[in-house]
Nanobody
Framework: QVQLVESGGGLVQAGGSLRLSCAASGDIDRINAMGWYRQAPGKQRELVAHITSSGSTNYADSVKGRFTISGDNAENTVHLQMNSLKPEDTAVYYC??????????????WGQGTQVTVSS
């Protein structure tokens, strides 16, 4: 089992910034990638940003230039710096970790989610 604990959500005015963090613990073995996804009311969960253990990143078009994902392999953490926030960024943000156990079985875990609300 892998546990993911998210922090850093909250309420911010449009144009403001927030920093989300996610820490992985448990039977991690090898994390291959971590990412942030979000789900707004009535909408499907969508990718926000993704980072591999080698440092390759991928962003949703809607957040490019505003959000930055970073990871610390030694600490098994991932952060999402969110700048120039817009009301449409309001959603529950979920952390995801994909990896491989020592027996070579893959795993895919999600955090419990953290609410981000951007007021206009």
């Amino acid at each position: 089992q892998v546990q993911l604990v998210e922090s850093g959500g909250g309420l911010v005015q449009a144009g403001g910034s927030l920093r989300l963090s996610c820490a992985a613990s448990g039977d991690i073995d090898r994390i291959n990638a971590m990412g942030w996804y979000r789900q707004a009311p009535g909408k499907q969960r969508e990718l926000v940003a993704h980072i591999t253990s080698s440092g390759s990143t991928n962003y949703a078009d809607s957040v490019k230039g505003r959000f930055t994902i970073s990871g610390d392999n030694a600490e098994n953490t991932v952060h999402l710096q969110m700048n120039s926030l817009k009301p449409e960024d309001t959603a529950v943000y979920y952390c995801r970790a994909e990896g491989v156990y020592s027996d070579y079985h893959g795993y895919d875990y999600w955090g419990q989610g953290t609410q981000v609300t951007v007021s206009s």
